[in-house]
T-cell receptor
Framework: DAGVIQSPRHEVTEMGQEVTLRCKPI?????LFWYRQTMMRGLELLIY????????DSGMPEDRFSAKMPNASFSTLKIQPSEPRDSAVYFC???????????????FGPGTRLTVT | LAKTTQPISMDSYEGQEVNITCSHN???????ITWYQQFPSQGPRFIIQ???TKVTNEVASLFIPADRKSSTLSLPRVSLSDTAVYYC???????????FGTGTRLQVFP
């Protein structure tokens, strides 16, 4: 498997523009997670899905952020309108469901570095 | 979830053993201890996970005392490529969420 795939790898946009980040999880994984990483706040969980259904979106910073998972092999994270403070690296991760010996490891994608000017 | 405390940074030299200790005083019965590694410009990567006593894999060992209030990640004979941030996490059964703290920044010198 190619691992978790994210696109684009880099995105530079102007304040007020719409930004869409894309993620393809590892085939067969039940869970998909979106994280954001900044120097100030570290690695934060934004939202996660189980079997394409959003389970917990309490980490989504505000209504400008939305995430969808229309099928098991694709998810998007959209920011509209974007602001400079949204500049960060956004990671997507996927995993199987909890196993008998504890939580399954999460596999992270390479991330999308977003810069909003 | 139990809050974790680990050193902000550590330095080592190539060939040495590195031990990173994590404190999780409020760990619950149904919590597991998990460690991730993150290289610059990459996403975190799972290293090792345990519930109690000792776990070893090809990358590291994890030591968990009987009271489980702390854990120690041991990296044998580190190399320059082990320079990374190491995160200690406490994961509760059936919650699925990972809460990352600030991690320990390990710098390995030649």
């Amino acid at each position: 498997d190619a691992g978790v795939i994210q696109s684009p790898r880099h995105e530079v946009t102007e304040m007020g523009q719409e930004v869409t980040l894309r993620c393809k999880p590892i085939s067969g994984h039940d869970y998909l997670f979106w994280y954001r990483q900044t120097m100030m706040r570290g690695l934060e969980l934004l939202i996660y899905f189980n079997n394409n259904v959003p389970i917990d979106d309490s980490g989504m910073p505000e209504d400008r952020f939305s995430a969808k998972m229309p099928n098991a092999s694709f998810s998007t994270l959209k920011i509209q309108p974007s602001e400079p403070r949204d500049s960060a690296v956004y990671f997507c991760a996927s995993s199987w469901r909890w196993g008998d010996k504890g939580p399954y490891e999460q596999y992270f994608g390479p991330g999308t570095r977003l810069t909003v000017t | 979830l139990a809050k974790t405390t680990q050193p902000i940074s550590m330095d080592s030299y190539e060939g040495q053993e590195v031990n990173i200790t994590c404190s999780h005083n409020n760990i619950a019965t149904n919590d597991y201890i998990t460690w991730y590694q993150q290289f610059p410009s990459q996403g975190p990567r799972f290293i090792i996970q345990g519930y109690k006593t000792k776990v070893t894999n090809e990358v590291a060992s994890l030591f968990i005392p009987a009271d489980r209030k702390s854990s120690t990640l041991s990296l044998p004979r580190v190399s320059l490529s082990d320079t990374a941030v190491y995160y200690c996490l406490v994961v509760r059964v059936n919650t699925d969420k990972l809460i990352f703290g600030t991690g320990t920044r390990l710098q390995v010198f030649p």
